[in-house]
Each structure stands twice: as C-alpha cells, then as structure tokens.
C-alpha cells in the first residue's frame, strides 16, 4: 500500500512537472518586447513546420509544446503574412495564426501612373515582398489596371492584385461602351488634362484631328516613349523613334500610355462636340483654337 501511495505521489509530481513546464514554454519568450514581426505561413506547410519555424525565428520557447497546444485545441493555422510579438504567448501567437486576421496593405494607386510606377510604388515605397515580377506581368494590361485605393493582402502576388485591379476595370467600366482606342484614348486626356473640365474637351480635339487625318501630336506619348513624365523639347518630336512618338507616326499609339481613371474614360467615350483642333494650357486655364494660325496667336499672347 505505500509503494502504491510512493508510486502515485511520484506520478503525480512527474505530472505536475510536466504540466508546468508545458505551461511555460507556451509563456512569451520576451514579456518586454515591443517589436511587432512579419511572421509568413505559406500554404501546405504543417503544423510541425510552422512550430520549428516560429522557434527558430525566437517566436516561441519551444515547438514540440506549440504543436501539441494546436492539436489539443485542434487549431487550424491559415497561410499568410502576420505581425506578431515575442511579447505574445504561444498560444496567443497561435490563434492569431489561426484567425486568418493576416497582415494587410492600403495601396493607392495615382490616375495616370504608368505601369512601371506602379511597379516602383509596391516595391521600392510599400516595400511589398511578393510583386518583384510585377512590370514584367502587368506591362500588356497598361490602361486597364484600374486606379483606384485597394486593402489587399501584404503577401498578394503581381497576379492577384494585377487581376483584382483589372476586374476592378470591367466592373467601373461596365457601362461605357469602351473600344481599344477609346482606351488609348483616354490615357492620353488622362496625362493632357488639367481638371475634369478639360477633359472631354481635349478628348474631342484629338478626335477631331484622327478624323481629319491629321496626326495627333500629344507630348505624353513622346514622354511615354522616353520612359519618363518629364520635360520634352522640340528635338524629341522629331528624334525619339518609337511607335509611340505621334508626332512621327499617324493614328493611334499601339496602346495606353498610362492607366487613366474613370472621369478620362468617361470622356474619352463621349468626346466634346465642336471644332477646335489646338489647345494649351496657359495661368491655369486651357485655350482652344480651331486653326493653326489663331492656336500661334494665342500661344503668343502668353509665351
């Protein structure tokens, strides 16, 4: 009877001991820590994987108690970008994980940036981990990638958020009877304009001249084939060789310069009715004229 009672007693103790140490390697690894960490689960890892990951990253004291606290609890840990604290006990590090509250980006993306500027904002501004292919993906959607502000996940790749941006494009665009050079059209107004009064006027200019024949002659699609928005010269017009330079190729560019928001859309597929074929922009306002010589005029005047 007292080897039993020795027996139980030894048994109870070992049970206490282990119940305790279970109970601190589920406790924080840092109480003190105040850093929060990016802490990524990809899809088809285990329960296994993400606990030696989590120790290995200092997250949690140990894993093998992490993975059996999941099981008990029949956790399920869900792919994605997380921010969590050595502060954090295991088990709170675990229900977050398994909450799928993921880390998100707020992305706002500028009416009238080219493809490589969105691609140069995710990387080099949000410092995005998963959009390093994106000019290479988004470069033959150029006009169509909406601008707009968008909470995506922190961890979306260039396909997701080049897909969301785009059905974002045919839903806001629904309604409008869009052809591919209403698009092109449109990219173009997007960079000329200079408030959303003008821009159904310059769009009826550049109508104007294609129906005249005339080429249209729009410095955003020099600026487009030089690579950059900045200042052109002269020289450019007769010395950027490109399909894009319209003042050395007839028609329409191949395609958009730039991903034009809705109002340019709007009033590239409903153009001003009238006869001007010039126009600039002088003191905060935009002069139309209908002929060379009265455009030369006016430009004198203010120049």
């Known amino acids: 009877m007292k080897l039993f009672k020795l027996i139980a007693l030894i048994l109870f103790l070992a049970i206490l001991l282990v119940g305790g140490l279970f109970i601190n390697n589920l406790g924080p690894v840092d109480p003190n820590a105040t850093e929060k960490r990016e802490f ?8 296994a994987e993400i606990a030696k990951q989590l120790q290995d990253q200092g997250l949690i004291k140990n894993s093998f108690s992490f993975f059996v606290y999941m099981k008990l609890v029949s956790a399920k840990l869900l792919p994605g970008t997380y921010e969590v604290s050595a502060s954090q006990s295991a088990s709170q590090i675990g229900w977050a994980i398994g909450s799928g509250k ?28 998963n959009v390093a292919d994106f000019l290479e993906k988004a470069q033959p959607y150029e006009g169509y990638l ?38 092109i059209l449109a990219s173009i107004v997007e960079r000329e304009s200079r408030g959303n009064s003008d821009r159904a006027p310059v769009a009826g200019v ?12 729009a410095d955003p699609t020099v600026q487009y084939a030089k690579g950059s928005w900045g200042i052109i010269t002269v020289d450019d017009y007769r010395s950027v060789e490109s399909p894009y330079n319209t003042y050395l190729n007839d028609g329409w560019p ?3 310069i730039c991903n034009p928001g809705l109002a340019s859309l ?38």
């Open 266 to 303: 709007q009033a590239a597929a409903n153009p001003a009715s009238h006869d001007y074929l010039f126009f600039f922009h002088a003191k905060g306002e935009t002069h139309f004229s209908k002929t060379l010589a009265e455009h030369r005029a006016k430009v004198g005047q203010y120049f």
């Open 206 to 217: 550049y109508s104007n001249r294609i129906k005249r024949g005339m080429r249209l002659e």
């Open 102 to 129: 993921y880390k998100t980006e707020r992305l706002t993306i500028i009416e009238g940036w080219r493809v490589s500027q969105i691609a140069e904002y995710l990387i080099e501004e949000k410092k995005m981990k």
């Open 40 to 47: 990524v689960v990809t899809a088809g890892q285990s329960t």
């Open 146 to 183: 909406f601008p707009d502000t968008y909470e995506v996940r922190a961890d979306i790749t260039s396909a997701a958020l080049i897909k969301l941006m785009r059905d974002n494009f045919e839903q806001k665009t629904a309604k409008l009877a869009l052809t591919p050079e209403t698009v």
């Open 254 to 256: 191949p395609g958009p």
